[in-house]
C-alpha cells in the first residue's frame, strides 16, 4: 500500500508540475498564422527582426503568429497568381489599389474602427496616391527624399566655401551653373556635373522634380485643372547653360544611372541630383573616394522654395482575407503596428527606412549612421507626395516627356520655349481626349483651388 501511495504521489506531483510549468503560457498551436508580402528585400533581416518581437509580445495577446515574407522583384506576379488560386496573405504591398478595390479585394482604412483618427496621424496630402473612390487603402512606409549629392573635396578645391572654410551647396540653379563652371577642369577630366541622360525615368527626376523646388505643381495644375509644363522652362535653361559652359561630363547621352553613379564615386564630379537610396551606393556598392554631402534641390530664386516630390515603399495593403479570418480590431492591429512610427523610428535607425513624418527624423539620434543618411533624413520636411490621381491623357504616336527631352531639346532642334509649350499642349490636347473617352469623369474631380499648402519659404 505505501508503494501504491508513493506512486499515486509522484503522478499527482507530476501533474501538478506539469500544469504549473504551462500556467500563464498561451497555447501556440492555437494561433493564427497571418502572412504579410512585401517587396522590401533590402530591409527583410531588419523587419524580420521586428517581427519575432512582435510575435513574441503583441501577437500572442492577439492570437496570431506573423510571417514576413518578402517576394522581391516578382512580388506583382506572385500576388496576382495568388489571388487567382485564393492563396492570397493577409497583407500585401503589390497590386492596384484600384483596380483591388473595385473587385473587393482590399479594405479601406476609413472602414476599419480607428481608421480616420490613424490617417490623421499622418502628414497631409502623404497618402493620396493610395486613395481610390474617397477610400484611402495605404499609407507611407519607407520614403526617398530627393536632393543634390555634391563633392565636398571639389567645392574646397575650389574656394567654394563659407566663413568657416566648409563646402558651400548652391541655393539657386543660376548658383549651381556657376559653380560648375568653376569647378569644370577638363584638363584634370574634373566636371561640375553628371546626368545620367539613358535612364527612362530622366525627365520626372532630373527635370520635372527640379522643377517642382520652384513651383506648386509637377506636371499637372492642381489649381488651374490643367498639365502645365512651362514651370519646367527654368530648368531647361539651367541645362541649356550648363552644356554651353562644357560643365556637364561628355558622354551623358548614352549614361545609365549606375555609370553616372560610379563617375561621382571616383571624385571627380561635383555634383549629381539623386536620392536616399543613393545613400547605400555610395557607401557600399561605389565607395566614395571623396568627401561627399547632400543639399536641398537649388531653386530658381532665393527665398522662394516649394517642397519636392518622394515616392514611397513598402506600403501594406489589408486584403479582405485578414479581416474575414482575424475581425477588423485584429487585423487592423497589426496593419498599425506595422506602419507604426516605433517600428518606423528602429527601421529608420537601422539606415534601412527614412519615414515620412518629420517629428520621427528629428526625435531619433543615430550613432554610426552611413554617410548621407542624416542628410537625406533631413529633407523630410521639404519633401511631399505629389498625387498619382491626376486626370489620364491619352496620346498616340506621341513623344514621352523623356523622349521629346532628349530628341528634340537636348539635340538642339528646339528651344526651351517651343519645348514646354509642345509638352503642355500635347498634355492637354491627350487629357481632353480622356475626359471625352470616359464621360463619368469630370475635371471638377481634379480640382484644388488652394494648392500653396506645399510652398514652404
Known amino acids: 500500500m505505501n508503494f501504491r501511495k508513493a506512486i499515486n504521489v509522484t503522478i499527482c506531483t507530476s501533474m501538478l508540475l506539469a500544469l504549473a510549468a504551462g500556467c500563464g503560457e498561451k497555447d501556440e498551436s492555437n494561433l493564427k498564422t497571418v502572412q504579410i508580402w512585401s517587396g ?112 565636398k573635396d571639389m567645392f574646397k578645391k575650389y574656394g567654394i566655401v563659407d566663413e568657416n572654410g ?31 541622360l539613358k535612364t527612362d525615368w530622366v525627365y520626372g527626376v532630373e527635370v ?3 522643377a517642382a523646388a520652384s513651383s506648386n505643381h509637377l506636371t499637372y495644375d492642381w489649381a488651374a485643372g490643367k498639365y502645365d509644363f512651362t514651370t519646367h522652362k527654368p530648368v531647361y535653361e539651367f541645362y541649356q547653360g550648363m552644356k554651353d559652359d562644357g560643365s556637364i561630363f561628355p558622354g551623358v547621352i548614352n549614361m545609365d544611372n549606375d555609370a553616372a553613379r560610379a563617375q561621382f ?61 482575424l475581425g477588423e480590431e485584429t487585423a487592423f492591429e497589426i496593419f498599425k503596428w506595422f ?5 518606423m523610428a528602429e527601421l529608420y535607425k537601422e539606415g534601412m527606412e527614412i519615414p515620412c513624418k518629420p517629428e520621427i527624423v528629428n526625435s531619433v ?21 505629389d498625387s498619382w490621381n491626376v486626370p489620364k491623357v491619352v496620346r498616340s504616336g506621341e513623344l514621352s516627356e523623356t523622349k521629346y527631352f532628349l530628341n528634340e531639346f537636348w539635340s538642339g532642334n528646339k528651344t526651351a520655349d517651343e519645348a514646354v509649350e509642345y509638352l503642355t499642349k500635347s498634355f492637354n490636347d491627350g487629357m481632353q481626349r480622356w475626359f471625352e473617352q470616359n464621360p463619368d469623369k469630370k475635371i471638377e474631380d481634379y480640382i484644388i483651388p488652394d494648392n500653396n499648402n506645399i510652398r514652404i519659404e
Open 40 to 151: 522590401n528585400s533590402h530591409s527583410k533581416v531588419a523587419v524580420s527582426k521586428l517581427v519575432e518581437g512582435f510575435n513574441e509580445t503583441r501577437g500572442k495577446e492577439l492570437g496570431v503568429k506573423v510571417e514576413y515574407v518578402v517576394k522581391g522583384g516578382e512580388s506583382e506576379q506572385a500576388i496576382e497568381l495568388a489571388y487567382e488560386t485564393g492563396d492570397e496573405p493577409e497583407y500585401c504591398s503589390s497590386g492596384s489599389v484600384q483596380q483591388l478595390s473595385e473587385q473587393g479585394r482590399i479594405v479601406a482604412i476609413n472602414d476599419l474602427p480607428g481608421g480616420e483618427e490613424f490617417l490623421a496621424s499622418f502628414p497631409k496630402g502623404s497618402y493620396d496616391n493610395f486613395t481610390y473612390d474617397g477610400k484611402t487603402y495605404k499609407v507611407p512606409y519607407g520614403i526617398t527624399p530627393v536632393g543634390l549629392v555634391y563633392n
Open 166 to 196: 566648409e563646402a558651400k551647396p548652391p541655393e539657386t540653379l543660376a548658383e549651381m551653373r556657376e559653380y560648375a563652371k568653376k569647378m569644370t577642369n577638363e584638363a584634370q577630366q574634373e566636371y561640375g556635373f553628371i546626368i545620367p
Open 208 to 210: 520635372a522634380n527640379i
Open 265 to 325: 564615386a571616383m571624385g571627380k564630379i561635383a555634383m549629381k541630383f539623386g536620392a536616399s537610396y543613393d545613400v547605400g551606393v555610395y557607401n557600399e556598392q561605389f565607395p566614395a573616394s571623396c568627401d561627399w554631402g547632400v543639399a536641398p534641390v537649388p531653386t530658381v530664386k532665393k527665398g522662394e522654395r516649394y517642397r519636392v516630390p518622394y515616392s514611397s515603399t513598402g506600403c501594406l495593403m489589408i486584403n479582405k482575407k485578414a479581416v474575414d479570418r
Open 339 to 343: 506602419h507604426g512610427d516605433e517600428v
Open 365 to 385: 539620434s543615430i550613432e554610426d549612421a552611413k554617410k548621407g543618411w542624416v542628410d537625406f533624413a533631413g529633407l523630410v520636411g521639404m519633401s511631399y507626395n
